[in-house]
């Protein structure tokens, strides 16, 4: 049954109620001015009591005869008000077979998982409550001036929350002329200008004042997806296209949830048609769009590479505008923009189109040319005529305010936002340039209507929105507000330097605490003047004065932890932790450095701790993954890093380490992707510029990786960390003279730079490991030791660096050395794993059992799970001769790696030892068919063979061996074994 049959029950002006009736009998009844669009009406079947003109098909029939058109309520702001159009039969047509019979997406495990659109008047959104602006004046006009005249609501609007409505479109009052003279109606407009006048002058008084709290729109979730591309799939053109115009529709509107309504209905068109690529590329831009919203993981990496993925015969057809367009936001998103602009350039000059030149003007703008930027926008606007894109015009308003236009840039965004009233973007950048000229009280209120709709905008606008809230109640001197709207900020991007100083700085302002947050933020400044003794000195004196607060032995502690000095860190963070006031940031750290010393069981107790006031937090997750992964539980750390993804965690460090995961299983692609979204959130986060640097070197050519750590070098010149990464690539690609040059250039920026010489040492090692000149070898690893040297020189109280020395000493076979750099490391970080082991090598290499067992026993009770450790213990065994505890230890050592062929091969020599032949035999095969290529297990099978009388296989292995070796005394050796067997086999 449509809306037009329904029958209605009327609540009429005199309290009477009629009906149910239907249309014609309401239409005669307002012939007769019965009805004048103010009474309550019940729809039936449903019930529900509604105000006469907020009904669509009967707030029609009060229009006057001949005004056929009728201002229509956003469909965000009104779910039950449909905006009259005129869809495609064929969109009907399928809808219509949804509903009746089997729904086609049921069967695709694949569709976008949008139950429903999220409507902020339906929905249970954590919207704060406030007065809305002008909301009282205007409301008690309208229930004063229907008592006295006809109105008729030619526009039913309810203003939205928090909305700067006009009043000419809100009200939308028509007076009948033969019922109130000119000058009556002359006389209320007056009215309702001082009444407006007025409330809004009270309300300007307000607004700065008013008590507001800062909430968090939580996004239904948008599962991200390709459509299944089956061979008996029917492929449906018509239907593609009718959904593609549906969806541009909402895509045009330029918002999160646009967005998401657009990418349900371009994921139908290319359901429909697969071969779509103007469907599929928009489907793509969508997600792109999408990605402060939807989880940025490998998921979204794969659908958005399948969908801008062309066939070979699309590749030889001129690409659509929207597929171009497409592609350069992908590439920006991967931070390739040099390629973006390359590709946009090229179009541009075959199909100059509004699109490809607005994406110039983007492309232009990262790249700090704005007058370029300006033009090719300007450009593009002008090609598009009124009909202008929000994305476009906002450029534009950016673009003016970066060159210092801000009169022009207030005017295109109030223009913008006349058009787009609750545009979370534009909202946010129209209230900061107004910020920036000091017109405080416009400021807010346009913010007022960004946080009371928090769906309107991302995470991230919003968290930037709140900061800048901050700051306006920060220059009027309301501390309580302001520090309201930077905690919340905070917790959306925890770990940034401007908000904790912009934290800092509004405490500082609290009459309470005054003396305390100024020292502070004074130790801040000085730290970052690198001034360290006067910023220890302020902190220290800071805790004397609030003996009860976490922040002075905290921020002593982070100052520490950057000087190198990580044990006054621990003291510090510790210290914190067991204060009544906690500070979750100490914990974090102090978790942080826990697992970095291998002392896990306090990393995990303290997660545990903290979690009681911060459930579901990405950031216990991503803590709780980096303990498995120092654990080599790679499996459970894969899933905690994945987990803090879906939360829609925005910690840089949590991306740089899926990407190490993945460049560690050789996906490269997949890796770049997560060191770009590191650098999304953190510019210059140094492990992702590295990160990034190596997948272009591994996957493209060394030119690729050189010309991005360029341009990051250019954007900031004197940034140690870029010129190091630049160094050590140049290294990898063999021009050491470069190499050398940017490694100076790194010290001398910084000398403290310690990272510089770590990295530094661990490249040319590498590189001595692979040479064959044994004087280049030798000269690589003096190179090396050199750098460590250095490292632990400028971080005396890190064991990363004698632990990486004493590897190479041992490797070189100097032990008296190796061992006093164990020893060392032991001594900073008792639970450090291996150091024990090596040196219970170099124990049982100097005949020293007893030692070697103590060392190794100490070693298994503290990593318990450590095959090598194991193994290691059962070579001590045989040593003395225990081979029954020997073979137990080798036992537990495969238990915890079945592919450990070290335990199996000494396992089976324990057997051999005992003249179980059979059984040795029948473990070294095992070993064998793990690892092939090893040569110590070809001889070792001959030996078996030998020992049981079977030449023949004895001489096979022998010449096995004989092949995979190229040390002249085995080979000297096995050709004599080979001789003498084969001389007892003719005999």
């Not at 909202?427 to 009371?452: G, P, Q």
């Not at 020992?947 to 050796?973: M, V």
């Amino acid at each position: 049954m449509g809306k037009t049959d329904c029958k209605y029950k009327i609540r009429l002006r005199n309290g009477k109620t009629v009906g149910p009736i239907d249309v014609d009998a309401i239409i005669k009844l307002i012939k007769k001015d019965a009805i004048d669009g103010t009474e309550k009406v019940c729809r039936i079947p449903e019930g529900k009591w509604n105000s006469f003109a907020r009904i669509p098909e009967l707030g029609k029939l009060l229009l006057p005869p001949g005004n056929s058109t009728m201002t229509m309520i956003a469909p965000e702001s009104n779910p039950s008000f449909q905006k009259p159009e005129t869809p495609q039969r064929a969109v009907k047509n399928a809808e219509r077979k949804e509903k009746n019979e089997s729904n086609p997406f049921g069967d695709v495990p694949t569709i976008v998982d949008i139950k429903r659109e999220v409507n902020p008047d339906t929905e249970k959104t954590r919207l704060i409550q406030t007065t809305e602006a002008y909301r009282e004046g205007i409301q008690k006009y309208i229930e004063d001036s229907t008592k006295i005249i006809k109105v008729n609501l030619d526009v039913p609007i309810q203003p939205e929350k928090g909305a700067q409505v006009p009043i000419a479109s809100t009200l939308g009052l028509q007076v009948k002329k033969n019922i109130l003279s000119q000058q009556v109606i002359y006389t209320l407009g007056i009215g309702l200008m001082m009444s407006f006048y007025f409330t809004a002058k009270e309300e300007e008084k307000k607004d700065l004042v008013r008590e507001m709290s800062p909430k968090v729109h939580h996004f239904k979730r948008v599962q991200v997806n390709a459509p299944i591309i089956t061979s008996k799939k029917k492929i449906n053109i018509p239907l593609s296209t009718a959904y593609l115009n549906k969806g541009l529709q909402a895509f045009a509107k330029d918002g999160p949830l646009p967005y998401i309504a657009a990418s349900k209905v371009f994921y139908k068109s290319v359901f429909y048609n697969p071969k779509n690529l103007v469907a599929r590329s928009l489907l793509a831009s969508t997600y792109i769009r999408l990605s402060e919203v939807i989880p940025r993981n490998n998921r979204l990496y794969s659908v958005v590479t399948k969908l801008l993925e062309l066939s070979p015969k699309e590749k030889k057809l001129p690409k659509p505008v929207e597929y171009l367009v497409a592609k350069s936001e992908f590439l920006q998103m991967l931070e390739r923009p040099t390629r973006a602009l390359a590709l946009i350039n090229k179009a541009s000059k075959t199909n100059p189109h509004p699109d490809i030149l607005a994406e110039q003007a983007a492309l232009y703008r990262l790249r700090g040319e704005r007058n370029r930027a300006l033009k090719f926008i300007t450009d593009s606007l002008k090609m598009q005529g009124t009909r202008r894109k929000p994305r476009h015009m906002l450029l534009y308003a950016q673009l003016l305010d970066e060159k210092n236009k801000k009169s022009a840039a207030l005017e295109v965004l109030k223009s913008f936002l006349k058009k787009n009233q609750f545009h979370g973007e534009g909202l946010y950048h129209y209230a900061r340039i107004l910020y920036k000229t000091e017109d405080f009280t416009r400021a807010i209120k346009t913010l007022i209507v960004l946080i009371t709709e928090p769906h309107r905008s991302d995470k991230l606008t919003l968290a930037k929105s709140f900061i800048l809230a901050a700051r306006i109640y920060e220059a009027k001197k309301m501390w309580g507000q302001a520090l309201k709207f930077v905690k919340a900020a905070k917790r959306i991007l925890p770990g940034r330097e401007e908000t904790e100083e912009l934290l800092l700085r509004i405490r500082s302002n609290d009459p309470k605490r005054q003396s305390l947050y100024k020292q502070l933020l004074a130790g801040r400044e000085h730290e970052q003047s690198k001034e360290y003794l006067e910023a220890i000195n302020l902190y220290t004196r800071a805790r004397e004065a609030a003996r009860e607060s976490p922040l002075p032995p905290y921020y002593s502690g982070r100052l520490y932890e950057e000087l190198g000095k990580p044990q006054q860190s621990i003291a510090l963070y510790e210290l914190t932790t067991k204060m009544e006031k906690k500070h979750p940031d100490s914990f974090f750290r102090l978790s942080k450095l826990y697992t970095r010393r291998f002392e896990l069981d306090k990393a995990k107790h303290l997660m545990r701790t903290i979690k009681r006031g911060m459930k579901r937090s990405s950031r216990i997750t991503h803590m709780l993954g980096r303990i498995a992964l120092q654990s080599k539980d790679v499996p459970n750390a894969r899933a905690y890093f994945l987990s803090a993804l879906n939360a829609g965690s925005r910690v840089s460090q949590l991306y740089v380490d899926m990407g190490n995961l993945e460049a560690n299983r050789k996906e490269q692609k997949l890796a770049e992707f997560y060191y770009s979204m590191a650098l999304r959130y953190e510019a210059f986060n140094e492990d992702a510029l590295l990160g990034i640097a190596l997948s272009r070197f591994y996957k493209n050519t060394p030119s690729d990786a050189i010309r991005f750590l360029k341009s990051k070098l250019s954007a900031r010149p004197n940034s140690p960390a870029v010129m190091t990464n630049l160094a050590l690539i140049y290294l990898r690609s063999g021009s050491k003279e470069l190499g050398k040059k940017y490694l100076q250039k790194a010290v001398s920026s910084n000398p403290n730079y310690a990272r510089a010489y770590k990295l530094m040492g661990d490249l040319v090692k590498e590189e001595g490991e692979r040479q064959s000149n044994f004087q280049e070898k030798r000269r690589s690893f003096k190179f090396a030791l050199a750098s460590y040297g250095a490292y632990s020189k400028l971080l005396p109280n890190e064991p990363d660096g004698y632990m990486a020395a004493a590897e190479l000493y041992f490797y070189v076979r100097d032990l008296g050395a190796a061992a006093k750099n164990y020893h060392k490391v032991l001594s900073l970080a008792p639970n450090y794993p291996k150091a024990r082991l090596q040196l219970a090598k170099i124990a049982r290499n100097g005949e020293d059992t007893d030692g070697a067992l103590k060392f190794i026993e100490e070693e298994i009770k503290r990593h318990p799970n450590s095959s090598a450790a194991h193994v290691e213990l059962g070579k001590i065994r045989i040593t003395t001769k225990e081979y029954a505890l020997a073979s137990k230890a080798f036992t537990a050592a495969t238990r915890l790696d079945p592919k450990n062929t070290d335990a199996i091969i000494h396992l089976g020599y324990v057997h051999y030892l005992q003249n179980d032949y059979r059984s040795a035999i029948a473990l070294f095969e095992r070993a064998l068919e793990i690892n092939p290529l090893k040569a110590d297990i070809h001889w070792k099978i001959g030996l078996a063979y030998e020992k049981e009388g079977k030449k023949k296989r004895a001489i096979a292995s022998y010449q096995n061996f004989r092949g995979l070796i190229t040390a002249p005394r085995k080979i000297d050796r096995v050709k004599k074994r080979i001789r003498i067997l084969r001389r007892e086999l003719s005999l």
